[in-house]
């Protein structure tokens, strides 16, 4: 059998992932809701840059924001400080008559 075309092993600049800074999880009660609602949030890094993604908080308490968002098509987490979050509003889909 002739070998598949394409990409094997780590996906391209995947390899180059440098995670941001991110809180402890937290220990008390944690918000988890059934969907979870789109925002921007301001990740800052190790070098002392700071980078804002498009996500989705998928857990919150009242001070820290479990943020989730895709990068290097892969989806990320951490835990941040709730300032560095903003929402985000989400375009209704359109559908299409057949």
Do not use: N
Not at 4 to 16: C, E, F, N, V
Not at 33 to 42: F, N, R, T
Not at 81 to 87: E, K, N, V, Y
């Amino acid at each position: 059998m002739a070998e598949r075309p394409g990409w094997h092993g780590i996906p391209p600049s995947a390899d180059r992932y440098v995670p941001p800074l991110q809180l402890d999880a937290p220990r008390g009660a944690v918000t988890e809701p059934p969907s979870s609602p789109a925002l921007w949030v301001d990740l800052d890094y190790p070098d002392g840059s700071r980078r804002t993604a498009k996500g989705f908080a998928m857990a919150w308490t009242g001070t820290m924001v479990l943020a989730q968002w895709i990068e290097y098509s892969r989806a990320r987490e951490a835990w941040v400080d709730a300032a560095q979050c903003r929402r985000r509003t989400l375009e209704p889909r359109t559908t299409h008559a057949a």
